[in-house]
C-alpha cells in the first residue's frame, strides 16, 4: 500500500478572504499554524445567482475576487496569489464542479445536448434530500452525464476545466458531489488528468450518500474521500462502520466543521473545551484533516456561498491558533495519524470516556487515545495498567497538545479535565529476520 503524505487543509473561503491581493496574510496564518494544503471554494465567475457553486464560465473569474485597480489581468492575479501560497510550503486544491453549471450559462445555448432536460423543454436542477425534504438548486442546470448524445464533447470539455485549474497553479481537486456523477467518468477523468500530471490528486466528495454508493464512489480513482465525523456524537457504532468500509479502499479525511455546517461554535455555545476536543479528534481519526477559516477563532457566523463577504470577519476573544499548532504537529510527526490505521473503540466503564486504540500498517507505532466526551465537566478514568489496552512492549509516551505528563504510572488514574484528550504512541517490536 502507498505510503501516505501529511494532508493538513486549511479551507481558505473565497467570499470571506475577499481579493486575491488579500489572501497573502491567511495563507501565511494558515501555514504558521502547520496546515500543507489549502482548499479554496469555486473561483470562477458565477451566474446571475451569486452562488460560487453556480458557475457561468469556466474560464474566468469571480469578479468579487478580482481586483479591477490592479493592473495584473485576473489570470495573473490568481497565478500569483498560488506562487506565494508555495512559498510558504502550501500546496492548493480547488473545487471541481462537473455536476452541473449555472442556468443562465452560455453552455446550455451552445451546447443543449449536454445537459438533462425535462417535459416542455426545461432544463433539469439538482436536488437533494435534506431531512426528509427535497431541496431543489434552481439556479443550477444538471449535466446529463449518462445519456447525453456528445459523451466525448462533455467529456472533452470538463478535462480542458481541469487542465486550464492545473496550468493555474492547483495541485488538487475536491471534486463536489461526486457520488452524483457515473463513477466510469471518475476514473476516465482522474485516469487521463494523471497521465499528464501525475501529482494531482483528487478528492471525492461523497458525503450523504448511502454507505454502498460511498464505497463505489471511493473505488473510482479518488486519492481521498471525506468522512462524517463531524457528525459523530462520540458514543453510537456508525462512524466505525463507516471507516472499516473505505478504510483499504481510500484514506478519508475529517473535519470538525465545513462551509456547508453550521459553526461548530454556535453549536456549542462558544465552549472552547469542545472546540479543541473536536479538533484534537479530528485531526487523528483519519489520514486528513480539514478546518475552516475562522475556526481557529470562533467565529459563528454561518459561511454563505452567495452572501458572505470580508465584512464578515468576525472580531473575538478566541484564539486557538496555538493549539492547532501543536495538534497539527502531532500529526505531521506520527504517520499513524496520516493514514487509515487499524481503529478500534475500547470498552471502558465510565461511558463519557472515549478510548481508542490505533495501530499503523506502515509503521511499528501503535497510538492510545482518550477522550473526556464530557465538554462541561471533569470525568474520571482508571485503569489498573494502560498496556492491557495496547500490544506494544515499549512504554507509553504522552505526546498530548495540553497537559502531557512526564510519565505513565500504574495502576492508571486521572481526572479528566473538560472535553480533554490524552495522545499515547507506542511502538511495536520489529519482527525479527529470518
Not at 496574510?25 to 457553486?53: C, D, T
Not at 507505532?365 to 494502560?386: G, M, P, T, V
Request: charge should be neutral; hydrophobic fraction near 40%.
Amino acid at each position: 500500500m502507498k505510503q501516505p503524505g501529511k494532508m493538513i487543509i486549511y479551507n481558505l473561503f473565497p467570499l470571506l478572504a475577499g481579493k486575491f491581493a488579500d489572501w497573502e496574510k491567511h495563507l501565511f496564518r494558515a501555514s504558521e499554524m502547520g496546515f500543507n494544503w489549502i482548499f479554496v471554494n469555486p473561483i470562477q465567475r458565477p451566474g446571475a445567482s451569486g452562488s460560487l457553486y453556480s458557475i457561468a464560465d469556466h474560464y474566468d473569474f469571480n469578479p468579487l475576487l478580482v481586483d479591477r485597480k490592479s493592473k495584473k489581468k485576473p489570470l495573473k492575479q490568481v497565478q500569483d496569489m498560488i506562487k506565494t501560497a508555495e512559498k510558504l510550503g502550501l500546496k492548493m486544491m480547488v473545487d471541481l464542479v462537473i455536476n452541473h453549471c449555472s442556468v443562465d450559462s452560455d453552455l446550455l445555448r451552445l451546447h443543449p445536448e449536454w445537459f438533462l432536460w425535462e417535459v416542455k423543454g426545461r432544463v433539469a436542477h439538482p436536488f437533494c434530500d435534506e431531512n426528509g425534504k427535497k431541496v431543489v438548486w434552481r439556479d443550477l442546470a444538471k449535466f446529463d452525464h449518462k445519456n447525453t448524445n456528445d459523451k466525448e464533447g462533455l467529456f472533452r470539455f470538463l478535462l480542458d476545466t481541469v487542465k486550464f485549474l492545473i496550468e493555474l497553479g492547483f495541485k488538487g481537486f475536491r471534486c463536489d458531489a461526486a457520488y452524483q456523477i457515473p463513477a466510469s467518468l471518475w476514473k476516465r477523468l482522474i485516469r487521463e488528468t494523471k497521465r499528464m500530471y501525475p501529482d494531482v490528486l483528487f478528492f471525492g466528495e461523497t458525503l450523504g450518500c448511502p454507505p454502498d454508493q460511498t464505497r463505489k464512489t471511493a473505488s473510482a480513482g479518488f486519492d481521498y474521500i471525506f468522512n462524517s465525523s463531524k457528525w459523530w456524537d462520540l458514543y453510537s457504532y456508525w462512524l466505525m462502520a463507516q471507516y472499516v468500509l473505505t478504510r483499504d479502499i481510500v484514506p478519508s479525511v475529517s473535519f470538525p466543521e465545513s462551509h456547508d455546517t453550521v459553526r461548530l461554535c454556535q453549536e456549542l455555545n462558544g465552549n472552547i473545551e469542545g472546540l479543541k476536543q473536536r479538533y484534537l479528534f479530528t485531526a487523528l481519526f483519519s489520514a486528513g484533516v480539514m478546518m475552516p477559516i475562522g475556526f481557529e477563532f470562533g467565529f459563528c457566523k454561518k459561511l454563505h456561498v452567495v452572501k458572505t463577504r470580508p465584512e464578515d470577519w468576525e472580531e473575538t476573544d478566541v484564539d486557538l491558533r496555538s493549539f492547532i499548532t501543536k495538534v497539527n504537529k502531532i500529526k505531521a510527526k506520527h504517520l499513524i495519524f496520516q493514514e487509515e490505521a487499524l481503529t478500534e473503540i475500547l470498552y471502558h466503564h465510565n461511558p463519557n470516556v472515549l478510548l481508542i486504540w490505533k495501530a499503523s500498517i506502515h509503521t511499528q507505532e501503535e497510538s492510545l487515545l482518550i477522550f473526556n466526551k464530557d465538554i462541561h465537566n471533569e470525568q474520571h478514568f482508571h485503569a489498573e495498567s494502560l498496556k492491557e489496552f495496547v500490544q506494544a512492549g515499549a512504554p507509553l509516551v504522552d505526546v498530548s497538545p495540553e497537559y502531557p505528563m512526564d510519565y505513565i504510572p500504574t495502576p492508571f488514574s486521572y481526572d479528566l479535565r473538560p472535553g480533554q484528550g490524552i495522545v499515547l504512541i507506542t511502538s511495536r517490536d520489529t519482527a525479527p529476520e529470518n
